[in-house]
């Protein structure tokens, strides 16, 4: 079994920076994409940036410029720098990973249990 060990979250003032880390340990054969999801009250969860096993990245309109995505393969970690932190960007942050578990041969979603980042104006 696959799971995500979330850290770095927290309370921060308007313009600060914050940085999320994502950690996946169990039977993993290999890790294919990994992104960072938020979820603020009331609104849907949405992407905030992935990263391939290419490093191919992709973000949010709203985290262009300020937010970076970066991943250690042999730590099998994620991290989202997160600088110049606005009030709307408080949420909870999940971690996704797609990876393949020991025991498969597919590629599977998991998900962390989310950080709380709140950014105070």
């Known amino acids: 079994q696959v799971q995500l060990v979330e850290s770095g979250g927290g309370l921060v003032q308007a313009g600060g920076s914050l940085k999320l880390s994502c950690v996946a340990t169990?039977?993993?054969?290999?890790?294919?994409?990994m992104g960072w999801y938020r979820q603020a009250p009331g609104k849907q969860r949405e992407l905030v940036a992935s990263?391939?096993?290419?490093?191919?990245?992709n973000y949010a309109d709203s985290a262009k410029g300020r937010f970076t995505i970066s991943r250690d393969i042999a730590k099998n970690t994620v991290y989202l720098q997160m600088n110049s932190l606005k009030p709307e960007d408080t949420a909870i942050y999940y971690c996704?990973?797609?990876?393949?578990?020991?025991?498969?041969?597919?590629?599977?979603?998991?998900w962390g249990v989310g950080t709380l980042v709140t950014v105070s104006s």
């Open positions: 169990g039977r993993i054969k290999s890790i294919n994409a």
């Open positions: 990263i391939t096993s290419g490093g191919s990245t």
């Open positions: 996704n990973v797609n990876a393949v578990p020991g025991d498969s041969f597919y590629g599977r979603n998991y």
